[in-house]
């Protein structure tokens, strides 16, 4: 099962998914990520906040949808919609889901303040793929309707607690 996260500028949010979800995901699962306007560059904070999370990031970059190397089975959007920003459509088969998170290359302020941005979009993003990854996957992805509703509804969780992870 193939997962795209998607964004605008696939060089925050949806790269901090794609790496998560890989990292933590059984044999069978793989998600890559994408932007339909692309960067261009993974944000330098969002490399540093995976490394520090013991999370590989060999291979991550700023890419188009049109550069995919595999078609996705369900494309998981992470813009946030309700700070006004206007979520692509992919244009595919893909069952579609979005889980909103605030754009933390936008973030203001301190280092402190711009670093804690970076982390809150992390612990959401885990969250909602640990949640993801907790549901028994075999089942699901033969029962596609019960599937969209779950992803709709992780969609919704916010972040855990920051753990060691």
Known sequence: MNILFLCTGN???SILAEA???HLAPPGWHAMSAGSHPTGQVHPRSLALLESKGIATIGLDSKSWEALPATPDIVITVCASAAGETCPAYLGPAMRSHWGVDDPAHATGTEEEINAAF???YRILRT???????LPLEQLAQDRTRLKDELDRIGTLTAAPETAA
């Open 128 to 134: 909602r793929i640990e949640a993801l990854l907790a």
């Open 11 to 13: 060089a925050c949010r």
């Open 119 to 121: 982390l809150m979009a």
């Open 20 to 22: 998560v979800f890989n």
